[in-house]
């Protein structure tokens, strides 16, 4: 996984709450083979005008001109902001690869969906909770100042707006080191292999039931 | 009032803790995972994993079945055409078979849709941790176990460690005390819990359901609930084991038997939450006023009674609550005001992990018996063998003499990947679990419904209160 560096980017806002991992990106794309390549299929179907299906060109599909991605000052976004429960709905973690892919490094919410707020992490995007009242200031003030430009800084856990203002934000200890160093999941688990080995061990003896076909 | 021992725990906190290998300073715990179940849509875990160097720890704790991409009018993979989807089922068929894990194909009787056939097969028991990818996991935890859904990238953790790092949530009871009206199923009364506490009301919460109303249904009933745990934001909704599911598991062909049984039982009995555990939050639900539900907007939240009228956003105080209202108003093309029964029907989907097993079905034929559709209506049953068991019982009979089709075992028109999809602009009434736009299809309006309202919608062309159908 790819180390999680201070961004600073343009902030694209989606006014909603509750969107949805089939609205981040339509099940047609989950059969897809690849694993990459999804951004242009970020918000699918409220991109487009038309129904898209993967292997696509998409270069000369119809634009939907009342959707904020579509905007040219919002060209370019790393920074999503949006309302509560962000990501709810399906675990797909193509809602995460579409993001990355098209190239949101930060998503800044009221709330989270907790299996895409897991999914985040693992995949160097970084899901910020911030209280609702903030939220309402970020996107008055994008309204008013095209360009809008936030700046994350995950060491000292900031965000800062082009004004100075700064608004902390707190994020798990374990989860803030594994970003800021990339770390792979699996590697850091096996550490505890011996830990998980001598579990094992005692879990088949105090639950022999779940090991039937074990010998 | 009762003081809270410390040692007092939640049916939930027994299962965690009995399960975790250690815990980090962060409070993280390394959970013991006892069971993966994988779906057609996770095939390429397997190659890239391997493609990584690393193996399958446990392929003895994992049971796969296609179920998102089969098409319900194939029978076998040669039936499906060639492209994604016959690459897909193909895939998964294909690790099966490299790495020796117990794959139920679509020839294979017991083929289903990953939630129906857990329980079905016994793989599913109380006091496990249970693991899949895909958000409607929640649905196991009706057994009295620990089942989440989880992504990609942890799906493939488990496979390479049978363990996962989870930071312990918060518990939430939701008491539904209380006799469910006649007529009424486990589908209202999880309606009527999401519309209570909001589509994020249980983000951060294990919610344990509890209460007369929740003892009273069957163990098919309860799993309706808590697989609509997680449109509650909620990813475990679980429910103490007791008498009913020790019979619903006893000789199931993975569950245990002889001493083990023995052995297995006497653990069982002792993980209902103690009288002292205490739990983050309360929720009390009165059954007996709940109604035949239908939801009308984009979130399972959004419902009402078959006897309401579709809200006006105007009323809500909340901004972004108005806002989510009256763009679901407009997506669903419908008016403040507007009764429900006056809304029209353009299909009928019978069907999902949520509505699929023989119960859902027995109470859809009983609308369908002696009346035909006016709509087209797909019944999809949930496994080989809830199709078999709707044919011994002659409901296939029933269902298709209304006119409805009746098709193989799959998630079919719930998600719309295998070529079951509504066309733009359809009004659904389905038995599914969300009601997202484009969840079956682009521009599709879905409108969340039990087994028997669906079909009372399919026999009249609109929603229609199924009680008064009934004989
Ligand atoms: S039936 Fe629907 S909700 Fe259930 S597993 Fe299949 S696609 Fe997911």
């Known amino acids: 996984m790819e180390a999680f560096k201070t961004v600073k980017g343009v902030v694209l806002p989606i006014d909603r709450s509750n969107i949805d991992t089939d609205a981040i990106i339509p099940k047609q794309y989950l059969k897809s083979v690849a694993r990459s390549g999804f951004g242009a299929n970020l918000f699918d179907e409220w991109r487009y005008l038309d129904h898209g299906e993967p292997g696509q060109e998409h270069s000369n599909r119809p634009i939907n001109p009342n959707f904020v991605l579509n905007e040219k000052r919002y060209t370019g976004a790393e920074v999503l902001l949006a309302r509560s429960n962000f990501g709810c709905g399906s675990s797909r973690e193509h809602a995460v690869w579409a993001l990355r892919d098209y190239g949101v490094k930060v998503i800044i919410a009221s709330s989270f969906a907790d299996i895409f707020f897991n999914n985040c992490f693992k995949n160097g995007l970084l899901p910020l909770v911030l209280p609702e009242d903030v939220i309402d200031v970020l996107f008055d003030s994008i309204k008013d100042e095209p360009g809008y430009m936030l700046e994350v800084d995950l060491e000292s856990q900031n965000i800062i707006t082009p004004d100075g203002t700064q608004h902390s934000f707190d994020i798990e200890r374990f989860r803030k080191y594994c970003l800021v160093n990339g770390f792979d999941d699996i590697d850091l688990t096996l550490q505890h292999k011996k830990d998980i080995s001598e579990f094992e061990a005692s879990h088949k003896q105090r639950m022999p039931w779940l090991f039937e076909d074990i010998s | 009032m009762n003081t809270p021992r410390s040692h007092s725990k939640t049916l939930f906190e027994k299962i965690f803790d009995r399960h975790v290998i250690v815990t980090r300073e962060s409070g993280d715990a390394l959970l013991f995972i006892d069971r993966q179940l994988i779906h057609d849509l996770h095939y390429r875990a397997f190659e890239e994993l391997q493609a990584t160097g690393r193996t399958i720890r446990y392929p003895d704790q994992l049971f796969a079945t296609p179920d998102h ?122 309606l009527a819990i999401i ?15 509890a209460g007369s109303a929740i003892r009273q249904l069957s163990i098919e009933g309860r799993m309706t609930i808590s697989n609509m745990t997680i449109e509650a934001g909620a990813r475990f909704g679980i429910i103490a084991p007791d008498d009913k599911t020790l019979e619903y598991v006893y000789g199931r062909p993975h569950a245990p038997t002889g001493e083990k049984w023995e052995e297995a039982m ?145 998630c079919s028109m719930c998600v719309a990947i295998n070529g079951d999809v509504l066309l733009p602009g359809q009004r659904c009434a389905s038995t599914s679990n969300r009601n997202f736009q484009g969840r079956q299809g682009m521009g599709s309006r879905t409108h969340l419904v039990s087994p028997a309202m669906a079909a009372a919608a399919a026999v009249t062309g609109r929603f229609t209160d199924s009680r008064q159908l009934s004989r």
């Open chain 2, 69 to 190: 991409s089969v098409p319900t009018t194939a029978k076998k993979l040669t039936d499906i055409p060639q492209g994604e989807m016959r690459d897909t089922v193909a895939g998964l068929q294909g690790a099966a078979e490299r790495i020796g894990f117990t794959h139920f194909d679509m020839t294979d009787p017991r083929h289903g849709i990953v939630h129906v056939i857990g329980p079905e097969q016994g793989i599913t028991l109380p006091g496990l941790t249970l693991v899949c990818g895909d958000s409607h996991t929640s649905t196991h935890g009706a057994l009295g176990c620990l089942s989440f859904g989880i992504g990609s990238t942890e799906v493939k953790h488990v496979l390479a460690t049978q363990t996962l790092w989870q930071r312990k949530p918060r518990n939430m009871r939701i008491t539904v005390d209380g006799t469910l009206g006649p007529g009424l199923s486990a589908k209202d009364i999880i």
């Open chain 2, 195 to 209: 519309r209570h506490i909001g589509a994020a009301g249980g983000t951060g919460y294990a919610i344990e359901y």
């Open chain 2, 266 to 410: 006497a653990y069982w009995r002792t993980l209902p939450s103690d009288d002292t555990a205490v739990f983050a939050k309360e929720i009390n639900i009165n059954a007996a006023a709940i109604e035949p539900t239908v939801t009308w907007g984009n979130s399972p939240q959004f419902c009402v009674g078959i006897s309401d009228v579709i809200p006006d956003p105007a009323s809500e105080t909340d901004l972004a609550t108005r806002a989510n209202m009256e763009s679901a108003l407009t997506y669903m093309d419908l008016l403040p005001g507007t009764p429900i029964n006056k809304i029209e029907i353009d299909r009928v989907f019978i069907g999902s992990c949520t509505n699929s097993r023989i119960e859902d079905l027995r109470q859809a034929a009983e609308v369908f018996k002696g009346r035909c559709v006016v709509v087209p209506t797909l019944v999809v049953p949930g496994s080989g063998l809830v199709k078999s068991e709707a044919e011994r019982e002659g409901l296939d009979r029933i269902f298709i003499d209304a006119g409805a089709q009746w098709r193989e075992p799959g």
